[in-house]
């Protein structure tokens, strides 16, 4: 049996690659409703700081992972201590702290944007105007563009520092961006390191909303350079397990670091319908010891996010145009069982896969029509 911290939409996914491998499965997690809880053999109803949770969650499993980073790293360094455990709890604390995982960036030698922390107003007062305009950023707990303000004066600073609560903030130097990149790799615990196809996403409101892949007119040597980075950054902490890592093209051409993610992530869920193993497969394959095959795109793809804000009309709820949807060629329809829509909740994804990267796009294009969703 396998264990999983978390229960959400990516430990579902786990869940689902693990069972077809054979193995059983347990999850902790506190909601009763977990996606991930609802198809496990085992569902541990705790918080991930919970004794009895912990100690049930090991009398289970062979081997534990984590379905998102805001697992608290004592947790899983305290399970680490009776069972196996990838990533380990070390590498999950980089990825915790964005002042840590840039000072990971700069080890790895892997350019990431020109940042300062600011944990008291002496920080505050010393920050070079250079960093200006900026994005303040809370060092811990953001994602999805929560815990994130744009400024651009030393008193819009001021404020958005006051407004984040004076936590510890890192400010990052806006940059002239042109795209976002990410690659997604695995690394075994015997130093083997594969990796999937550069992915290209575009953001909506800090949150995923389509990712492309292959990355549409990106130069070779960028994309050899993205693979090249990622692989510096997952080798440089004996990292075990699969990392996501997200990259900024600036217009100059140049690569930057942007941040990483411990685990399977939102941009690689084509791999699922789009590859020969997916991301949850290799998840597996690191857990457990096995070789790790290198995946191979079989099929160009578009995969779109999609969130609550989709099940809602003219202020009612009502299910989206599945019929229409489903009835376009190449498409791949994965809704996660959460219990309620919300806007902004990631509820599924849609995969559409073609033999041509234009072929993907136009249907992707049309799916999104039917459902609604601004084009890209």
């Known amino acids: 049996m396998l264990g999983v911290m978390g229960g959400g939409q990516l430990g579902r996914m786990f869940v689902h690659a693990a069972q077809q491998m054979g193995y059983a499965t347990a999850v902790l997690d506190a909601d009763p409703t977990s996606p991930a ?28 992972t984590t379905e998102f980073e805001n697992v608290p790293a004592d947790s ?29 960036f700069v ?12 944990a008291s107003d002496a920080d505050l007062e010393r920050i070079d105007a250079t960093l200006l305009p900026g994005i303040l950023k809370t060092n811990r707990l953001g ?29 990052e130097k806006m940059l002239p961006l042109e795209r976002e990149l990410s690659v997604i790799v695995a690394r075994g615990a015997n130093g083997e390191i594969v990796h999937f196809p550069v992915q290209q996403n575009l953001h909506r409101d800090g949150i995923l909303a389509v990712t492309q892949v292959p990355a549409p007119d990106i130069a070779a040597h960028t994309q050899q350079r993205a693979i090249d980075s990622a692989r510096q950054i997952v080798a440089a902490f004996d990292y075990v397990g699969v990392l ?8 100059d051409g140049s690569l930057v670091a942007n941040e990483m993610a411990p685990r399977p992530h939102n941009s690689g869920h084509y791999s699922v319908d789009a590859c020969d193993v997916s991301q949850f497969g290799l998840q597996v394959r690191t857990l457990t010891g096995a070789p790790l095959a290198a995946p191979r795109l079989h099929s160009a793809c578009v995969m779109l996010n999609l969130l ?19 009835a376009l060629p190449g498409v791949h329809l994965h809704l996660y069982g959460k219990a309620s829509a919300r806007p902004g909740r990631k509820m599924g994804h849609l995969t559409v896969t073609a033999a041509s990267a234009a072929e993907a796009n136009a249907v992707a294009l049309d799916a999104a029509r039917v459902l609604g969703l601004a084009a890209w």
């Open 37 to 64: 809880g609802l198809v496990a053999h085992e569902h541990i109803r705790a918080d991930y700081g919970d004794a009895a949770g912990l100690e049930q969650l090991v009398r289970s499993s062979a081997a534990i």
């Open 76 to 104: 899983l360094a305290w399970l680490a201590a009776r069972r196996p455990v990838a990533p380990a709890a070390s590498a999950v604390a980089v990825c915790q702290d964005r002042a840590a995982e840039k000072a990971h």
């Open 107 to 118: 080890r790895s030698a892997v350019p990431c944007a020109p940042h300062a922390l600011i």
């Open 143 to 171: 994602y999805d563009g929560k815990g994130q303000l744009r400024v651009s004066t030393r008193a819009e600073l001021a404020d958005a520092w006051v407004a984040l609560k004076r936590v510890p903030c890192l400010l």
């Open 244 to 251: 996501c890592v997200e990259f900024f093209v600036l217009r």
């Open 308 to 326: 609550g804000d989709l099940w809602w009309r003219n202020g009612r709820e009502a299910a989206p145009d599945w019929a229409g949807v489903l």
